[in-house]
């Protein structure tokens, strides 16, 4: 059991997710309505992984769309660089598993990964801001994929995430009223969409996030995250998705 997820850990930690932390499917699955559940495995007790990140991933992504131009020129390179980095490394796991990615949030089963997080250990949600924070890193982290195995269960298998500490409500607060505020400015969204294919990514993550760069000192890592899709643009406020409850997209 702990070389499972220990390899799996090990193994996504080298592409820069270093966030990894085990759950049971079942103690998901009774807190969610059917559309929400994840199908089970037959088990009593089935061993799932969540799959996230802080502001480490963007030196290995960064590096890696360098190193290869198709990456660079895919229209989704941060979901293609997850996709890659999970079949990589699960690649070498000799038992069935299926994965749940949340740019794929609309397919059926819909998790609610910031549930997961929270369920799982790794973070708390706050019900004001309805963001996720983690004890080191903040609210500045990504939840990018669940995998599921056919594996038992146990529990306490991984406690490293798992640090108790209170959210600070006037920072959290002040972030809710920052992302509100984006979240009906059409004006930046708009300028965004356009930004998104005529502007190097580093620029767009320094401009489309600047008030959220004011945080209060000594909470939360800032990191932060653009995202073009086939179907729309999103502007991944917490480096990633948090559930997709705050998220800003464009259709188009």
Known sequence: MASIFDSIEKGLDAWGFDLCQPFSIEDYN???????????????????????????????????????????????????????????????????????????????????????????????????????????????????AVIVLDHSFVYNLSTKHMQDFQICRLCDQKYGERLDYLWRDKTMIANTSHDLHTQPIQLLLRRSLLSLQQEPEGFGARSGAISEGRSHAAIRLDGGIQSGSRTLSIRG
């Open 30 to 144: 009774e807190n969610v309505p059917d559309i929400n559940k994840i199908p089970s495995m037959g088990r009593k007790s089935t061993l799932a992984i969540l799959v996230g990140n802080s502001r480490n991933v963007w030196e290995h992504f960064i590096d890696a769309m360098v190193k290869d131009d198709a990456l660079f020129q895919n229209e989704n390179p941060l979901d293609e660089y997850t996709k890659r980095a999970l079949e990589s490394v699960l690649s070498n796991i000799h038992i069935h598993y299926r994965v749940y990615y949340t740019f794929k949030s609309r397919e059926v089963p819909s998790l609610n990964y910031q549930l997961i997080a929270e369920i799982s250990g790794m973070c708390k949600r706050s019900y004001q801001s309805k963001m996720c924070y983690h004890y080191k890193y903040g609210h500045w982290i990504g939840l990018r």
